[in-house]
């Protein structure tokens, strides 16, 4: 419930009830082995009653329904293959419908249109339906040298049909019309204002690729040392995707999505995405519905690409008796100190057992809509933190952005272990939230409202 006390309008669901069945596999046998192809067929089902009230001067305006939405599917195994129908089906209840009339304004005297209310049992119902198909193969190359194992690439092609009818066809019953300005018929949602909404328009028949590459790389056990195991390290993870719709009236083919991700060790990652279009362009118009190839301008034009990458170092975890003694299993109210303040960077308590930490983060993001228009953004962020004694602990975080040639939000914490109660002092030097907060609290999550509170406008957005 939401109620506006200057105006008097008030929102409100009362009630909403949502059911909701797991994935059930209802001809699966108790046997073990090999299951027979209808006992992978699942199912899951989501239903739902809402009812919206809402009053807005003395006007009371009464919306409910139920939803109902079941999705089927199986995934046997043909040969080398995985073969995936699917079906999805949605019915929605409704008790009233709109419906748009021309006529004359009592107010204007003009020619208007009135949307009013028809109270009539409806059921809307959709359904899309789909089919993939997928499998994975392997090579692998032997190395045998520099420490080196071997490397593997896995490839992962996948074909997937999908069908969407267009429901706003008369067919279907869902759209009605009237007559518009200039004698124009317009066509109109009849179920656009209910809780659920109306249903999808536009038929989509959407066949989509996507292949997958995994490279990956076996290290040599160390023959000087007996514990030593052989690792795996994640070379470059590689995936392209593209679609074609049959039922678009132009540009049926989509961009051709790639991106690429690698991490090596828990020090580095890197993951990127670019975008890339077949369709030629004019003026300021993005795409239009001419091959770039039968242009003689090349097969594909970038349209956007960026990448990020990370790493971080810190020093060898301290131990001590002390911390032994009071170590205790993990408290899942733990994760209620994210609602603890944490000033502009939502880091974690500080952690005094880790001498020092350096963990950098660039970012770079180029958009290309057509060549002539370029934007682009980069940047640079960082934290350093140390501890100046087991007790004290001193962190620096802040950004560069490379665009504005100016440092963004820098942030200094200093931070106390006080035994049971942790001391923080943050100071955002510049920019629009600069001030400051010292703050004393109890450690314990469970009585993080327990503190002393000292701030200077933090976060109040003053200019000056």
């Not at 109306?198 to 690729?209: A, D, K, M, T």
């Amino acid at each position: 419930r939401r109620q506006v006390l200057q105006t008097g309008t008030i929102n409100e669901i009362l009630p909403s009830i949502t059911f909701t069945k797991s994935q059930s596999y209802p001809f699966k046998g108790k046997g073990i082995g090999e299951q027979k192809w209808y006992e992978l067929f699942g199912y899951n089902y989501t239903g739902q009653f809402e009812n919206d009230r809402d009053k807005t001067n003395d006007n009371l305006m009464i919306r409910g329904g139920f939803s109902h939405r079941i999705s089927a599917g199986v995934s046997p195994k043909i040969g080398y293959f995985s073969i995936a129908p699917n079906v999805s089906y949605q019915e929605k209840w409704y008790n009233k419908r709109i419906v748009y009339q021309t006529g004359v304004s009592p107010v204007t005297g003009n020619d208007t249109t009135f949307i009013n209310d028809e109270r009539q049992i409806n059921f809307v119902r959709t359904f899309n339906m789909g089919l993939t198909a997928s499998t994975k193969f392997y090579g692998i190359f032997p190395v045998n040298s520099v420490g080196v194992n071997a490397v593997r690439h896995t490839v992962t092609p996948s074909i997937s049909y999908n069908y969407n009818p267009d429901f706003t066809k008369p067919f279907w019953g869902y759209y009605d019309t009237y007559i518009g300005p200039n004698n124009k018929v317009i066509h109109y949602d009849k179920f656009q204002r209910e809780v659920f909404g109306g249903v999808p328009s536009g038929e989509s028949q959407r066949l989509s690729f996507s292949l997958g590459n995994l490279f990956e790389m076996k290290t040599q056990p160390d023959p000087t040392d007996t514990t030593s195991k052989e690792k795996k390290i994640q070379l470059l993870n590689l995936s392209a995707a593209m679609s074609y719709n049959f039922a678009a009236d132009s540009l049926k083919l989509s961009d051709l999505s790639l991106q690429y991700r690698t991490q090596i060790g828990d020090w580095f990652n890197f993951f990127g995405s670019s975008g890339f279009t077949p369709y030629d362009y004019r003026g300021t118009t993005q795409r239009i519905n001419k091959f770039l190839v039968n242009e003689g301008k090349g097969l594909l034009r970038l349209t956007n690409f960026s990448f990020s990458f990370s790493t971080s170092l810190s020093g060898e975890k301290l131990k001590s008796s002390e911390a032994e003694k009071t170590a205790a299993p993990e408290d899942k109210s733990q994760t209620d100190q994210d609602n603890v303040y944490k000033g502009m960077y939502p880091d974690k308590d500080p952690d005094f057992t880790i001498p020092w930490n350096i963990a950098l983060t660039y970012n770079y993001s180029l958009s290309k809509p057509i060549p002539s228009q370029k934007t682009y953004f980069s940047n640079l962020s960082g934290s350093f933190n140390f501890n100046l004694t087991p007790k004290w602990k001193f962190s620096f975080t802040g950004s560069y952005d490379f665009q504005r040639h100016e440092f963004a939000a820098p942030q200094i914490q200093i931070s106390r272990d006080l035994h049971c109660w942790l001391m923080n002092f943050t100071w955002n030097p510049i920019g629009t939230y600069r001030g400051y907060r010292f703050e004393i609290r109890v450690k314990a999550p469970q009585l993080q409202d327990l503190k002393v509170t000292k701030q200077d406008q933090f976060y109040s957005g003053r200019g000056y």
